[in-house]
C-alpha cells in the first residue's frame, strides 16, 4: 500500500474515533479491519491491505490518539475563531493526521502533509473544507 492510501486508511479509521468513546474504539478499530475488503476494492478506493500495512495503520492511529490533546490544542490555537467542537468530523480528523505528522513524523516533509491533507478534504470535506484546512496547517508550520 502507497503512503497516500495509508494516509486515506488512517482517516478512514481515525474518523471512526468522533463517534465512539475511547473504551470502544479499540473495538471499532478491529471492526474497521474485520470489514475491511479482502483483497481490497479499487472501485470504492479500498486498496489492497497487508498485514503490515494493517499494523502501520494501527500504530499510527494509536500514536495519534496518545497526542490527541496536545494536537487539538495545536488545532485549537491556529484555527482562530473556531472552537474544536464547531470543526467537521471530517476536517477534523484530516487536520489531525497531518498535525500528527508535522509534530512528531520527521520522516515526512510538511509540505507533503499538507497537500495530502488537502486532497483528502477535498475528497471527504465539505466544498470549502480544503482552504480551511490548507489555511490552518499552513499557520501550524509557520
Given at each position: ?108 516533509e510538511n509540505a507533503v502533509s499538507i497537500s495530502e491533507a488537502v486532497k483528502l478534504a477535498k475528497k471527504y470535506g ?17
Open positions: 500500500m502507497n503512503r497516500t492510501a495509508l494516509r486515506e486508511t488512517v482517516f478512514k479509521v481515525l474518523f471512526r474515533y468522533e463517534f465512539h468513546d475511547s473504551e470502544s474504539f479499540a473495538g471499532q478499530m478491529n471492526l474497521f479491519f474485520a470489514e475491511y475488503p479482502e483483497s481490497g476494492d479499487e472501485e470504492e478506493n479500498w486498496p489492497a491491505l497487508d498485514s503490515k500495512s494493517a499494523e502501520e495503520i494501527t500504530g499510527k492511529v494509536t500514536d495519534i490518539l496518545c497526542h490527541i490533546d496536545e494536537i487539538d490544542k495545536v488545532i485549537s490555537e491556529k484555527s482562530e475563531g473556531w472552537d474544536i467542537d464547531r470543526i467537521g468530523k471530517a476536517e477534523l480528523s484530516i487536520m489531525r493526521i497531518a498535525v500528527y505528522e508535522i509534530l512528531y513524523d520527521d520522516n515526512i465539505d466544498e470549502k473544507a480544503y482552504g480551511f484546512v490548507n489555511g490552518v496547517l499552513a499557520k501550524i508550520v509557520k
